[in-house]
């Protein structure tokens, strides 16, 4: 699915913001754009650094591959970016009930708009601008971008399950200092844990029961960057 795409994407964003290759950091960040929706506070962050460093080296990579895409299609079949928009108009995917906090609130409320979806992204745009006010003086993308990562995942406005594969960006980090960690019951209880939550999916009936699975993944995140100190991608 597409979200290996992105996964792929912020891969290589973070293997060229190492090195200071901005353009090429901004070509891999727009792969991400294939479904923005599912990493869409790292988008925002993203925006932000780049006018704030001025860095427009990494917004023209960023752009340009985005730019030229549309415009190739566009070449080939004119009428798609209407069709595009007529169907995110008439058919927009906010209107299912994907396994998101924002659409368990609105069928919990039984309130038919699918505006109520869209709840969380505002908590999520809120809690990110204080993020980035709070550590634009140390900002590292490193980092900053798992959490960011995470944060997006729980508060998106709808996705289906493996959207949840773009997670290992800051899960995989993690999962490999579990070894180095003396606690034996530290190790067996982290581990357990993370395949029960992988396991558990497997028994539920509808994917709407799966809307736990983000705050779950971002609390066992949390849990062992601050028992093993990693809490930055390597």
Request: aromatic residues 18%; proline residues 5%; contains cysteine.
């Amino acid at each position: 699915q597409s979200a290996m795409w992105i996964l792929l994407g912020l891969s290589g964003f973070l293997y060229f913001a190492q090195r200071r290759l901005w353009t090429a950091a901004g070509v891999a960040l727009s792969l991400t754009t294939i479904k923005p929706q599912v990493i869409y506070l790292i988008l925002v962050a993203a925006g932000l650094w780049m006018i704030r460093n001025r860095n427009w080296r990494f917004g023209f990579g960023w752009i340009s591959p985005i730019v030229l895409a549309t415009a190739l299609v566009a070449l080939i079949n004119p009428a798609i970016l209407y069709a595009y928009l007529q169907t995110m108009r008439e058919e927009s995917p906010a209107r299912l009930a994907t396994f998101t906090l924002g659409a368990w609130l609105r069928l919990s409320l039984g309130i038919e708009s699918e505006i109520v979806q869209f709840f969380p992204v505002l908590l999520g745009l809120a809690g990110t601008l204080w993020y980035i006010h709070h550590y634009h003086l140390q900002w590292n993308w490193s980092r900053q971008l798992p959490r960011l990562t995470m944060f997006s995942l729980i508060t998106m406005p709808y996705g289906w399950l493996y959207d949840y594969t773009v997670a290992l960006i800051a899960i995989l980090p993690s999962v490999l200092t579990i070894p180095k960690q003396p606690s034996r019951t530290f190790r067996w209880a982290a581990y357990g844990c993370y395949i029960f939550l992988n396991i558990m999916p497997v028994f539920s009936v509808h994917q709407f029961q799966y809307a736990w699975i983000g705050v779950v993944q971002w609390i066992w995140y949390e849990w062992v960057s601050r028992m093993t100190g990693q809490r930055y991608v390597q």
